[in-house]
């Protein structure tokens, strides 16, 4: 990474914590990426983002900000980034996958806390995330408790803007989100002191249709058995699609799809035929968490799917582009926020037939059931979907952890006899 202390200090880090935490990080990627057999040409310039994840990205947000754009935060798929890229700015959805800031966060936080939460704030508290202090504002969403209840503390350290997701899928529901889209665009036009028009909206929405189009060519490679990417890359692309320059990000994805369609045709994989292939389903799986991951791939499974948010509830979702005026754009971006299938709307029996359709189309041979610790809302799903799944035949097991590496050898030991199982 090229030398970044003073822009770092001039954001306001911590410049000791900070080399802290990112000290392992080469270490650890080396071991989980870098090592994996067969892995696609293309993926060098995912390993080339990571290696500048606080670097080059950071400084091109830096001069998008002097260039007077914004730069916003966000933690969840529902928050639409096409309202911010309309505005000539910047979405960053920040990643809050680490154990390192958990600590701190727990001084403040309640310890029994989704993680996820908890290193939200965590990040901030020790001001060792340069995108959280580049940013302008964060935007928070009414999902679950814990986060609704994270964003008032978040506001004391960073301006927080908090959107009132429904949490039903009525249409007095979808009325409510579009009402709480417009809320949004005027806060961004206010801050911005740019129009958000019928125009520069269109083309915000068909680029981010893009990076979600691209991002399900994707997954589409890993329909076929031998699937010809690990699961641990596809995941870390997914997280990074939240950071990248979209225009970039589709690009590069787009050549490293060439690249896995022509090994599909000539059959080559990342692993032998009839390798146990696995969905994993449940709570987002932020960057740096690559843990249950590593640990299937590591036990002769294959990940080809997750049905979370960094996976198919990013991107199967699409905005529909026939509106040509600004209502019906607002309209259709609240549209697509009812399709995604969140444990956090009751009922979600959609999510249900999500995972079914998802579990055929990648052919999978069994289903990880991942939650968070403390995430009641999918904690609790887990009936309904693994009744649904063993109903079809499919095998299916509940694996719930952190951020740490406490749990790794016993989820091991439960990983591999499920991989034995199939
Ligand atoms: S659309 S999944 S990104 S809310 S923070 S609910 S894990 S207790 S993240 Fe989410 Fe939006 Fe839904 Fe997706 Fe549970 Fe933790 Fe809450 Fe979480």
């Not at 995108?131 to 964003?151: H, I, L, M, P, R």
Request: charged share 25%.
């Amino acid at each position: 990474m090229g030398d970044y202390y003073q822009m770092w200090k001039e954001l306001g880090m911590d410049l000791e914590r900070h080399d802290e935490f990112l000290a392992p990080v080469p270490g650890l990627y080396e071991d989980l990426f870098i090592n994996q057999k067969n892995r696609p040409r293309a993926m060098e310039y995912f390993d080339f983002v990571v290696s500048e994840i606080h670097g080059l990205r950071v400084e091109e947000l830096v001069n998008e900000k002097k260039n007077g754009n914004l730069v916003v935060s966000s933690f969840c798929v529902f928050v639409p980034e096409e309202l911010i890229i309309a505005a000539g700015g910047s979405s960053i959805g920040l990643c809050a996958g680490a154990q390192f800031p958990i600590p701190a966060a727990e001084k403040v936080l309640p310890r029994d806390l989704c993680p996820l939460v908890k290193a939200s704030v965590g990040f901030k508290l020790e001001k060792i995330c340069p995108y959280f202090e580049v940013s302008d504002f964060v935007v928070g969403e009414t999902t679950c408790d814990g986060k609704k209840k994270a964003w008032e503390l978040l506001n004391e350290y960073i301006p927080t803007y908090v959107m009132e997701l429904p949490q039903q899928k009525t249409k007095a529901s979808q009325k409510l989100w579009e009402a709480e889209i417009k809320r949004f665009k005027e806060y961004i036009e206010n801050k911005s002191g740019r129009t958000i028009d019928s125009e520069n909206l269109a083309a915000a929405i068909e680029l981010i249709n893009k990076k979600r189009s691209v991002l399900q060519r994707l997954y589409n490679t890993r329909k076929v058995d031998p699937a010809p990417i690990s699961g641990k890359d596809v995941l870390l692309i997914t997280q990074l699609a939240f950071f990248d320059k979209p225009e970039r990000f589709i690009e590069k994805v787009t050549t490293l799809c060439e690249e896995l369609e022509q090994r599909v045709k000539e059959g080559k994989g990342v692993v032998s035929k009839g390798t146990p292939r696995i969905m994993i389903t449940g709570t987002p799986m932020p960057l740096p968490h690559w843990k249950i991951h590593h640990l299937i791939e590591t036990s002769g499974g294959i990940v080809v799917c997750e049905e979370s948010c960094t996976g198919t509830r990013y991107f199967e979702q699409q905005v529909p582009e026939e509106g040509r005026n600004l209502d019906e754009q607002l309209a259709s971006l609240a549209q697509r926020a009812m399709g995604i299938n969140c444990a956090c709307f009751t009922p979600n029996n959609e999510r249900i037939d999500d995972v079914l359709r998802l579990a055929k189309e990648y052919q999978v041979d069994g289903v990880i059931y991942y939650n968070l610790q403390f995430c009641q809302t999918y904690n609790m799903e887990y009936r309904k979907i693994s009744k649904a799944l063993k109903a079809e035949g499919i095998p299916v097991i509940q694996i719930e952890s952190d951020y740490s590496d406490s749990d790794t050898g016993q989820l091991k030991t439960r990983i591999q006899a499920f991989l034995e199982m199939l």
